[in-house]
């Protein structure tokens, strides 16, 4: 059964850190390129970040470079989004999902996990 598994997420001040977590299996993770992407209330859902399982290779959304940064532990098939200096407008509900390589595109993303709420205060 192919599942990913989101953690991390909680309350947090401006200016905090939060570090997500998406635990993977089912799937052969190595073959697999894992974004992340958030919805806030009343709006649509967006690509934040995406890393490569293969070569490593990063995308960031232009609203969050510089303060947040994705990796990847492949052993423990779970790739991190750390997030730094944080905003209330990062405040959305984060997911992570799984395509053959990285696009913003969330049509393309075969899995999906169940999200985990970020609350950013000001």
């Known amino acids: 059964e192919v599942q990913l598994v989101e953690s991390g997420g909680g309350l947090v001040q401006a200016g905090g850190s939060l570090r997500l977590s998406c635990a993977a299996s089912?799937?052969?993770?190595?073959?697999?390129?894992i974004g992340w992407f958030r919805q806030a209330p009343g709006k649509e859902r967006e690509g934040v970040s995406c890393?490569?399982?293969?070569?490593?290779?990063?995308y960031y959304a232009d609203s969050v470079k510089g303060r947040f940064t994705i990796s990847s532990d492949n052993a423990k098939n779970t790739v991190y989004l750390q997030m730094n200096s944080l905003k209330p407008e990062d405040t959305a509900l984060y997911y992570c999902?799984?395509?053959?390589?990285?696009?913003?595109?969330?049509?393309?993303?075969?899995?999906w996990g169940q999200g985990t709420q970020v609350t950013v205060s000001s």
């Open positions: 999902a799984a395509d053959y390589w990285c696009t913003w595109s969330e049509a393309g993303y075969d899995y």
């Open positions: 890393i490569s399982s293969s070569d490593g290779s990063t």
């Open positions: 089912g799937f052969t993770f190595d073959d697999y390129a």
